[in-house]
T-cell receptor, first 115, second 112 residues
Framework: DGGITQSPKYLFRKEGQNVTLSCEQN?????MYWYRQDPGQGLRLIYYSQIVNDFQKGDIAEGYSVSREKKESFPLTVTSAQKNPTAFYLC??????????????FGPGTRLTVL | KQEVTQIPAALSVPEGENLVLNCSFT??????LQWFRQDPGKGLTSLLLIQSSQREQTSGRLNASLDKSSGRSTLYIAASQPGDSATYLCAVYAFGNEKLTFGTGTRLTIIP
């Protein structure tokens, strides 16, 4: 059963802690993306990767880091430098990294809350 | 800078009615426009993708149109059902800006 999985579904973080959100896909897609969704705002791009071992900053990369060591995995770390991390985080993938305008497929999301 | 607007932010209609959701964008130099559905607390599901050279796309009871010159798209839902209740988002992929720009969505409620 192909798709994108994200874990955990809910995550609670104390101030000053780093946390890592998992994103895995078995669609054999080249490109992967991380978005942040806040109430009343559209999705905003944090980071994207068009191919293994390569990634680029999106519009709101400050306070976040990523890695792309395997084609199927694109974890996102929310660092203590991110001042307002409470949000809903969505991972997505698309087939061809060189044609990133293909349809994007989304995971179920992780809701991060800072205590 | 590309901006995408969806008005209204929320819409309620009785079951069985046909309805139209609106999306407008400021820069007409786009590759494509996509419509997504999002259920509460869930990820996005792609509904329709319209290439810049196309005028419309259809899938079942859904029909999306694109008027690139005026910067507008509509999503038409025929014979609405309670299961259509969700937030609908549009997004455009613009030339020279290799990412999707999303609208804030329209929250649709179908009243049984």
């Amino acid at each position: 059963d192909g798709g994108i999985t994200q874990s955990p579904k809910y995550l609670f973080r104390k101030e000053g802690q780093n946390v890592t959100l998992s994103c895995e896909q078995n669609l054999n897609h080249d490109a992967m993306y991380w978005y942040r969704q806040d109430p009343g705002q559209g999705l905003r791009l944090i980071y994207y990767s068009q191919i293994v071992n390569d990634f680029q900053k999106g519009d709101i990369a400050e306070g976040y880091s990523v890695s792309r060591e395997k084609k199927e995995s694109f974890p996102l770390t929310v660092t203590s430098a991110q001042k307002n991390p409470t949000a809903f985080y969505l991972c997505a993938s698309s087939m061809d990294g060189a044609r990133a305008r293909d349809t994007q497929y989304f995971g179920p999301g992780t809701r991060l809350t800072v205590l | 800078k590309q901006e995408v607007t969806q008005i209204p932010a929320a819409l309620s209609v009785p079951e069985g009615e046909n309805l139209v959701l609106n999306c407008s964008f400021t820069d007409s130099a786009i590759y494509n426009l996509q419509w997504f559905r999002q259920d509460p607390g869930k990820g996005l599901t792609s509904l329709l993708l319209i290439q810049s050279s196309q005028r419309e796309q259809t899938s079942g009871r859904l029909n999306a149109s694109l008027d690139k010159s005026s910067g507008r798209s509509t999503l038409y839902i025929a014979a609405s059902q309670p299961g259509d209740s969700a937030t609908y988002l549009c997004a455009v992929y613009a030339f020279g800006n290799e990412k999707l720009t999303f609208g804030t969505g329209t929250r649709l409620t179908i009243i049984p």
